[in-house]
């Protein structure tokens, strides 16, 4: 870990999956071409009787960059399929050189370093060092002891740590870094997002546990104990669900569907139901579909038959596709017909991935925020002292 005091350096904090991709297409290249052509992209601000729609990379570049620098912005464009817009690339241009993920050699080209080499390849000591260093695991450590929570209510926590871990300060920059951040964390599945609302996740919980970077915090005491009081509920959810009668099982799913934004959600009745326990509809796109499902209470194994069944009643419900939900898991060939080409589409929800929908959906779950106090010790502070 640095020893600098000030470890979250970079403004424009960009995500590790642009990082990657820049990396790739700067490699090999020399850095006053990268820096020239974001100096010249930067340059042309356009005026309000000739604007530039930075948005369509594929006429602004080429009427805007030329030689060398169009064909960076180009390659950057296409091989990123769309994904990375050069127009906006600064933040990893400045996170690469700031950990010197790339390095230019004696000739000036950007060669690919070790830790660069280690970031790309995902490797975990790597992206725990970086997380470190730009302030992520203490984000997560906030968002630890949090339910969901909106940007506004983590700032005034993120301020105080970039008080003493930044040379950031004013209020806009406060909230952006915090943005930026909470972005990439969202990318990566260590956060979730509904809304504007953010929580971290289990595998965020897991990572900074995990993490030797902030092991002496004393909240990642909080949080062991917030991990293991929560296996132990997920688990006793599971056993819980193994014995409800069949029929509370299939309103229990009903009103999971409903809280993951389906509609109309009905209960079939107990016979002529054709393996189809529940039938809702959906928004896809611009089109409302019906979809059926079948539930399964028991958690031992699905084969291929039930999943034809519920396929040969689609059409008894008009519905374009179908979903399996059961306790326990899918046979290999019940995995392989879900999707066969030219078949109706049949959704597979073992035991697992049901449970993690009731968590994120808060069915037969409750959650209950935990709430830490901490001395103010900017409030103690003398007059004309430094905040601690």
């Not at 595998?203 to 995990?210: M, P, Q, S, T």
């Not at 995995?335 to 589409?345: I, K, R, T, V």
Request: hydrophobic share 40%.
């Amino acid at each position: 870990m640095s020893e600098n005091r000030f470890k979250v350096r970079t403004p424009l904090f960009p995500l590790y999956s642009e990082v990657g991709r820049v990396m790739s297409d700067f490699e090999g290249r020399p850095k006053a071409q990268a820096t020239g052509m974001i100096q010249s992209i930067w340059s042309q601000t356009g005026t309000p009787q000739n604007p530039v729609d930075w948005s369509d990379p594929d006429s602004w570049i080429p009427e805007r960059l030329s030689g060398d620098h169009a064909e960076l912005a180009k390659r950057i464009w296409e091989e990123s399929d769309g994904a990375v817009n050069p127009r906006h690339i600064y933040g990893a241009y400045l996170f690469i050189n700031s950990f010197a993920l790339l390095e230019p050699d004696s000739s000036g080209i950007y060669r690919l370093t070790a830790l660069g080499q280690g970031f790309l390849n995902g490797d975990a000591g790597v992206i725990q060092k970086l997380d470190d260093e730009e302030g992520l695991l203490q984000l997560l450590l906030i968002l630890s002891t949090k339910g969901q929570a909106r940007r506004g209510e983590l700032l005034d926590e993120w301020g105080e740590f970039l008080l003493t871990h930044s040379k950031f300060g004013t209020a806009s920059t406060i909230k952006d870094t915090l943005r930026r951040r909470l972005l990439n964390l969202v990318e990566r599945g260590l956060v979730s997002r509904d809304g504007n609302r953010y929580g971290i996740t289990q595998a965020g919980l897991d990572y900074v546990i995990k993490s030797k970077m902030v092991s002496d915090d004393p909240r990642k005491k909080v949080m062991r104990a917030v991990k293991s009081f929560n296996d132990a509920q997920v688990e006793a959810l599971r056993e819980r669900l193994g014995h409800v009668p069949p029929v509370a099982f299939e309103h229990l799913v009903r009103d999971l569907l409903e809280a993951m934004g389906y509609e109309d959600v009905t209960v079939t009745k107990e016979s002529g139901d054709k393996g189809v326990d529940v039938v809702a509809t959906v928004q896809f796109g611009i089109t409302t579909i019906t979809e059926v499902v079948q539930v399964k209470r028991h958690q031992g194994s699905i084969g291929r038959p039930i999943l034809d069944q519920l396929r040969g009643a689609l059409p008894l419900h008009r519905a374009l596709r179908g979903t399996i939900i059961s306790l326990g898991a899918f046979t290999k060939g019940c995995q392989d017909a879900a999707l066969f080409p030219g078949a109706a589409p049949i959704g597979l929800i073992d035991g697992r991935r049901l449970l993690e929908l009731l968590v994120e959906h808060k069915i037969g779950i409750v959650e209950r925020p935990a709430t830490l106090y901490e001395i103010d010790e900017n409030y103690f502070a003398e007059p004309g002292e430094e905040p601690i």
